[in-house]
Antibody
């Protein structure tokens, strides 16, 4: 059974970069697609982007200049970096796997607050 | 971006009730619509994918229907463990977009 676990700092200062790790067990990230989604206070959700089995990426155009998703296949982890954060990036960040039916398995989420 | 309008935002119901939750897309999403359940502090759980395909392990009291722009999640007979938040996701077009969620509460 695949399991995903987000990790990273819970507090980031404005203008700095947010960096999160998704550690995957039970399934290789060299298969399928692996994405990041966030849920804002107030419960609005936003699809941020994904990295594919081959390492190609796709990003939400609203974030395209600030986001990077990378991976380390030797550790079976993938990563989110979001640059130049503001308080509006305060959210719970989820990583997830996509099968043919899309976003079938999710992590529990990592809460990130942007504040000075 | 495709806008997903989910209704209702809140729903009070009793064990045994039949409930429906709706998502309306701002344009045709060709049945690429998933439903998820989320409980506080837990990972979202996929219930239904591509409108009407029941995820393995999900009870058959959950079902989905719809086409074009209008989609429905039905729970045929609520069980105590079903009180949670439900949301829809369209994956027909990038960027994929979500409904705002429905909080299902015990009446």
């Amino acid at each position: 059974e695949v399991q995903l676990q987000e990790s990273g700092p819970g507090l980031v200062k404005p203008s700095q970069s947010l960096s999160l790790t998704c550690s995957v067990t039970g399934y290789s990230i060299t298969s399928n697609y692996w994405g990041w989604i966030r849920k804002f206070p107030g419960n609005k959700m936003e699809w941020m982007g994904y990295i594919s089995y081959s390492g190609s990426t796709s990003y939400n155009p609203s974030l395209k200049s600030r986001i990077s998703i990378t991976r380390d296949t030797s550790k079976n982890q993938f990563f989110l970096q979001l640059n130049s954060v503001t308080t509006e990036d305060t959210a719970t960040y989820y990583c997830a796997r996509s099968d043919g039916g899309y976003l079938d398995a999710w992590g529990q989420g990592a809460s990130v607050t942007v504040s000075s | 971006d495709i806008q997903m309008t989910q209704s209702p935002s809140f729903l009070s119901a009793s064990v045994g009730d039949r409930v429906t939750i709706n998502c309306k897309a701002s344009q045709n999403i060709n049945k690429y619509l998933n439903w998820y359940q989320q409980k506080l502090g837990e990972a979202p759980k996929r219930l239904i994918y591509n409108t009407n395909n029941l995820q393995t392990g999900i009870p058959s009291r959950f079902s989905g229907s719809g086409s074009g722009t209008d989609y429905t999640l039905t729970i045929s007979s609520l069980q105590p463990e079903d009180f949670a938040t439900y949301f829809c996701l369209q994956h027909n077009s990038f960027p994929n977009t979500f409904g705002a969620g429905t909080k299902l509460e015990l009446k």
